[in-house]
């Protein structure tokens, strides 16, 4: 474990040429289809979830990933294919991830399984954090958790949004505040399970791209859950709180532990934009080698040859980034210079410009829907906005430099 290489092993190959297989002859010929339509694609989850590709971001996480290359792959592949109906197919491993990174073996081993379902009848999670008013500013989280301790249950208030899967999920994962006084110290993830009374999909959001994700307001009102459903347990809440308010009262700066949290997953978004860019790279090259004007293939103009030269090697820097930054967070290695960060923010720009030159050396067929590149730019728009803007990003860079 840790030992760093480029090369990814012989099984890693063999996992990313079967869903290189997946991506190319499932999710490519329907990418229109359900980018049209802005629904979650269901018959795509199901076949992915019986060639055991469902769920499997989040278990090579934790099986078979021993270089931290494994889960950039399994992402780059997937978003290579069709960044919406992959997000459709990974969203839920994001709100797995939070109950693994804050659940007890027990929580994850009962609510991990009914977040995927099984082959036959699969179902979607979400993972509720942002609020209207609390996007980047997660500290000014309002949706409050109260613990109703004659009955060891916990009542869940407040308005969620912008949740991938939100409503449509079988299980929730809902970040709220416990102790309004601690800022994001003061949180704690909690568990909804399917069907809780009081929970409801608010406004379900027509999105610029990734259309065939099911992004939705959550609505929270007197939800009451088990304090079983606490993630990570009262007794650990507890002791945490206490720290924290020690901390507090001793004007020590509390720190933002959601931040942390999110840091160690950016490769992964990082990975995803890395897939989106090499796609409309591949498309570019292709038509700029077999696009005659003037008589020749419009590659032969350095004008055009130039922008590809820039768009691979660019491609290039970020998954390198991606990788040593995946490889850091496998070997425990902390981001002491925001390297997550760096990772996230210089591949989400990149699949943003790169997209967009693939446009223009596609000309006006680059504008229309009969080539895939528009839906491309317009689904490349969502990295340097989700989990953490390019903004914030910088902004956690740059405070790693200064220290
Ligand atoms: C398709 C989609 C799916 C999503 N899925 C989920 C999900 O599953 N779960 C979930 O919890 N959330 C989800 N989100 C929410 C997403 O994480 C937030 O939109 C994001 O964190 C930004 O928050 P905001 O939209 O409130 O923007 P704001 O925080 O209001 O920011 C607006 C602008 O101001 C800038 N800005 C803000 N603060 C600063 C600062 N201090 N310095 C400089 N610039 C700043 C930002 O960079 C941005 O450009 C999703 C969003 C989308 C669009």
């Known amino acids: 474990m840790g030992e760093f290489t480029l090369e990814l092993n012989e099984d890693q190959k063999q996992v990313r040429d079967w869903l290189h297989g997946f991506a190319a002859d499932v999710m490519r010929p329907a990418a229109a289809e359900w980018d049209e339509r802005e629904e979650t694609p269901w018959p795509i989850i199901q076949e992915a979830a019986k060639l055991g590709i469902y769920s499997l971001d989040f278990y090579a996480q934790q099986f078979f990933d021993p270089t931290g290359l494994g889960i950039p792959m399994v992402m780059e592949e997937l978003f290579w294919g069709d960044a919406g109906i992959a997000l459709s197919i990974v969203g839920t491993g994001l709100a797995a991830v939070g109950v693994l990174a804050n659940g007890t073996e027990e929580q994850i081993g009962t609510w991990v399984p009914q977040m995927y379902g099984d082959a036959n009848d699969v179902k979607v999670a979400a993972f509720c954090s942002s609020e209207p008013d609390a996007g980047s500013d997660v500290a000014s989280m309002r949706t409050r958790a109260v613990y109703d301790e004659a009955k060891d249950e916990w009542i869940l208030n407040g308005t969620k949004t912008w949740a991938t899967n939100g409503g ?188 967009a030159q693939a446009i223009q050396i596609l000309g006006g067929n680059g504008y229309t829907r009969e080539y895939p590149v528009e839906r491309m730019h317009r689904d490349a728009a969502i990295y340097t906005i989700f989990e953490g803007t390019s903004e914030i990003q910088r902004m956690v860079i740059s405070r790693a430099l200064a220290k």
Request: charged residues 20%; contains cysteine; aromatic residues 6%.
């Open 168 to 355: 449509i999920a079988n299980v929730h994962v809902v970040v709220a505040v416990v102790d309004p006084g601690l800022g994001s110290k003061g949180h704690a993830s909690f568990i909804v399970p399917p069907h809780t009374p009081g929970l409801s999909q608010g406004q379900k959001f027509q999105k610029h791209g990734i259309r065939a994700s099911h992004t939705a307001e959550v609505v929270l009102e007197d939800v009451r859950v088990p304090g079983s459903c606490l993630l990570g347990g009262k007794d650990k809440l507890d002791e945490r709180l206490a720290r924290a308010r020690e901390k507090a009262k001793s004007g020590e700066r509390v720190k933002n532990a959601a931040m942390a949290t999110f840091e160690a997953s950016r490769p992964a978004v990082g990975a995803m934009a890395v897939g989106t860019a090499r796609a409309a790279y591949e498309v570019a090259l292709d038509y700029a080698k077999t696009r005659v004007q003037f008589g020749r293939p419009i590659i032969e103009n350095q004008g055009v040859a130039f922008q590809l030269a820039d768009m691979a090697t660019q491609i290039d820097a970020a998954r390198l980034l991606v990788w040593r930054a995946s490889w850091m967070a496998t070997a425990g290695k902390p981001f002491t210079a925001a390297e997550g960060s760096m990772s996230k923010l210089y591949a989400s720009e990149v699949a943003k410009k790169v997209t």
